[in-house]
């Protein structure tokens, strides 16, 4: 028998992520509305697509390797230090870098037990192992988190709102979180969908970066109209930026990736129409299918997550099938241990008043 290259040991443990489906089976595309991956309900910013369009004349120059005019762009726009700023193709990538940084054989990292499902592969590719806090009914809980913290833990992630269960932490929730950690243990808060927050006691994550030396917030422009273009980033102390940049690929960001972000990120009156389209439709499809028999969770993001009945025919699985016939295409929650929810992004009118008149006519008929 030939050897052939063996994977590190715990990397065939791994299991893989599988996104949710992008149509409905036997549907042709334009058939199709796409409700599964939490993109943007408005597209993209033009200026975003202008900028894209003009850089993509010019394609064989490296990028600038550290995205200085994207870094310089969102210091402006959140008046936080461009310095302190590392960009990355997608928060996936900021994540894999924070763990491929902090986390080593033997080490482990705390996550909630609805979080997000990138956090247990980036601790399992780096060698390390994920403990598992439990949650109280769908939120993430303090307490179980700082409960689940050893003298081997490296990082606590948590994404706030969580995706897929769209609840939050409070400011003072975040921070007394913060105060329960030991010093040498990194807070990662992953605040994916903070363009999308309404509740007035949130906290985003940059007071706590500016106060703490163990703390690290991550964003994304995916969830803002360009998850095409791979943009994500983090803001934290200079020693994280430092550490994390020696491991950085020299050109990690595409020059698309960087123009887009640029644009969007100065584009405020977008990102403000985005955020009153999200906040008027998650409301009222939030008001419009939560009943008795079916649950929505109060979410602060661009979806929602409905919990449904076990009763036969009533089911999650059930009611997908109803809305894939009408080519509409949400994520069902098995792959996160929430097989009677099904979790539906924010989109256009039309489309949450197709969904929720599907779900009507479905809940009546059984
Ligand atoms: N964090 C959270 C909480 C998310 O929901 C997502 C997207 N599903 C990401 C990070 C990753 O986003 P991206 O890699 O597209 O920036």
């Not at 979806?303 to 076990?310: A, D, M, N, R, S």
């Amino acid at each position: 028998m030939t050897e052939r290259p063996v994977p590190q040991k715990g990397i065939l443990n791994i299991a893989p992520y599988v996104p949710g489906r992008s149509s409905a089976p036997g549907k042709k595309a334009a058939e199709n509305i796409k409700l599964s991956a939490n993109e943007s309900p408005l597209g993209a910013s033009p200026k975003a697509i202008e900028a894209v369009r003009a850089a993509a004349e010019k394609l064989e120059i490296y990028p600038e390797g550290s995205s200085r005019e994207l870094r310089q762009a969102l210091g402006e726009v959140h008046g936080i230090d461009p310095e302190r700023i590392v960009v990355g193709a997608g928060s996936d990538e900021v994540l894999h870098l924070l763990a491929q940084t902090y986390i080593g054989d033997g080490d482990e990292a705390v996550m909630s037990q609805y979080g997000f499902m990138v956090y247990p592969i980036v601790t399992q590719a780096a060698g390390g192992t994920p403990v598992i806090a439990p949650e109280t009914d769908y939120r993430a809980d303090v307490d179980a988190l700082l409960a689940a913290v050893t003298e081997k833990t490296r990082i606590v992630f948590l994404a706030n709102p969580n995706n897929p269960t769209g609840t939050y932490l409070s400011a003072d929730e975040l921070d007394r979180l913060h105060a329960g950690l030991p010093s040498n243990v990194l807070l990662v808060i992953d605040s994916a969908y903070a363009e999308y927050v309404t509740a007035a006691d949130y906290g985003v994550g940059i007071s706590l970066v500016e106060r703490a030396d163990n703390v690290v917030m991550v964003r994304t422009f995916s969830k803002m109209g360009l998850a095409a273009a791979r943009v994500g980033w983090l803001y934290g102390p200079e020693h994280l930026v430092d550490a994390v940049n020696r491991i950085r690929g020299p050109f990690n960001v595409s020059v698309l990736g960087q123009v887009a972000a640029t644009a969007a990120v100065r584009d405020l009156a977008f990102t403000k129409a985005l955020r009153a389209h999200n906040g008027q439709w998650r409301d009222w499809l939030t008001a419009k299918i939560a009943s008795n028999r079916l649950r929505v969770l109060p979410s602060q993001g661009n979806f929602i997550l409905v919990l449904f009945p076990e009763t036969p025919g009533q089911t999650a699985s059930d009611a997908n099938a109803a809305l894939l016939e009408r080519g509409l295409v949400v994520r069902e929650m098995g792959g996160y241990g929430i097989s009677n929810g099904l979790r539906i992004s924010i989109g256009s009118e039309d489309a949450m008043r197709a969904v929720a008149d599907c779900l009507q006519t479905f809940m009546d008929e059984q």
